[in-house]
Each structure stands twice: as structure tokens, then as C-alpha cells.
């Protein structure tokens, strides 16, 4: 088993900033493909960044190119989500999640490839 906890989420103005993070509980982490997704009252979870093991390789979804950074630090079991120039339409609850040990990052909005989710932390950008 791994849990993930996700913390930093919060209320800000539009153009503000946050950074999320994600704690996992075990050590084999560092071998696995790591994925931030998002859910909005009424929408379906998408996609939205994710991260290979070795953090050398990153995704993400058209919305948030040029305005997200994903990021990890394996020796902490910790992925981050920095997200800068937030805009009302990124209000919703975001849940980091794992793939299988040793799994890379292809099709990496594909939610059925990550076995573990965390319960999710709510961002809420005002206008």
C-alpha cells in the first residue's frame, strides 16, 4: 500500500500563486510514475501534470503549459504542483496519485494506470 497526502491548497485571488505537495508513505516512490489531477463541481477528473520517476521527464495538459511546474524530491517521498497565474477555471480539488512500482509515464492522463490517489486538497481562485 501507499498513501498520499496532499497538502497547500487554499483560496486566492486571480494571478495569485500556490504550491501543492504530496506525501507519500512509502519508499518505492522513487520508482514510480506520479500524476497531479484535478476535479471541478459538475466536471469530470482530468489530468493535469505528471512527473516520471526519475523527474527528468514532465506532462502536462494544454491548459496550465507555461503557468504549472511539477516537480519531486524523491529523498522526501514529496511531489510538488507550483502553480503560478492562476485563473478562476483552475478551481477544483486536486488529488495527486501513483502508478504501479517501476510503471513509466506513457498515456499519463490515463487514470486507470494510477493505482493509489490521494484524498485531495481544494484550490479556489476568485476573480
Same mark, same amino acid.
Given at each position: 500500500q501507499v498513501q498520499l497526502v496532499e497538502s497547500g491548497g487554499g483560496s486566492?485571488? *486571480?494571478?495569485? !500563486?500556490?504550491?501543492?505537495?504530496?506525501?507519500a508513505s512509502r519508499n518505492t516512490y522513487s520508482r514510480r510514475c506520479m500524476g497531479w489531477f484535478r476535479q471541478a463541481p459538475g466536471k469530470e477528473r482530468e489530468g493535469v *501534470?505528471?512527473? !516520471?520517476a526519475d523527474g527528468f521527464s514532465t506532462y502536462y495538459t494544454d491548459s496550465v503549459k507555461g503557468r504549472f511546474t511539477i516537480s519531486r524530491d524523491n529523498a522526501k517521498n514529496t511531489m510538488?504542483?507550483?502553480m503560478n497565474s492562476l485563473k478562476p477555471e483552475d478551481t477544483a480539488?486536486?488529488?495527486c496519485a501513483a502508478r504501479?512500482?517501476?510503471?513509466?509515464?506513457?498515456s499519463w492522463s490515463?487514470?486507470?494506470d494510477y493505482n493509489y490517489w490521494g484524498q485531495g486538497t481544494q484550490v479556489t481562485v476568485s476573480s
Open positions: 486566492v485571488q *486571480a494571478g495569485g !500563486s500556490l504550491r501543492l505537495s504530496c506525501v *501534470a505528471a512527473i !516520471s510538488y504542483l507550483q480539488m486536486y488529488h504501479p512500482d517501476g510503471w513509466w509515464c506513457n490515463r487514470q486507470s
